[in-house]
């Protein structure tokens, strides 16, 4: 059990641009519009699983959570440490701003929080690679569809997956 009690419950880390928003569904419904597929198959996911969330993109530098929910995830969903920390190695070293998805490194920030946080449990929802040490936790969709049914299933797989020893 870790110090929020919930070393039990399945870690969603959740990307949002290229999972629950994608190239597609922002053409049709405008920048940063949330697609009522993508997050009802999330949403599924948190559900069927009593899955907790953490949010790993690019969203957590504003409390999106309001957003999410709105968008369909359960208001009881986050976990109480809701966001991966942004690393230094995540921020621009001329600017401090956060580097774009393909070059920060996720990865690593969902290592931190997850031993910061006793996880063993989790899976990884995000259209960027992740590095090798999440093998076996990821599921990459393709940014312009989001999840796909395949990705969906995959996804189930691996929450379903005894957590490693």
Request: aromatic residues 4%.
């Amino acid at each position: 059990m870790n110090e929020h009690g919930s070393a039990k419950r399945p870690t969603i880390y959740l990307d949002v641009d290229g999972v629950v928003t994608t190239v597609d569904y922002q053409r049709q419904a405008g920048k940063d519009a949330l697609s009522p597929v993508q997050m009802a198959r999330v949403a599924a996911l948190v559900k069927e699983f009593g899955a907790q969330v953490v949010v790993s993109s690019t969203w957590r530098v504003a409390d999106c959570r309001p957003t999410l929910v709105k968008a369909g995830l359960p208001e009881d969903c986050f976990h109480p440490d809701w966001h991966t920390a942004i690393l230094p190695a995540s921020r621009d070293p001329e600017t401090g701003g956060m580097l774009p998805a393909e070059r920060a490194r996720r990865g690593d920030e969902i290592a931190e929080h997850a031993a910061r946080n006793g996880i063993t449990h989790y899976l990884i929802l995000d259209d960027v690679e992740v590095g090798p040490a999440h093998a076996g936790h990821h599921v990459r969709p393709d940014a312009e569809r989001g999840l796909s049914e395949a990705d969906g299933l995959l996804a189930r797989r691996l929450l379903a997956q005894a957590p490693a020893a």
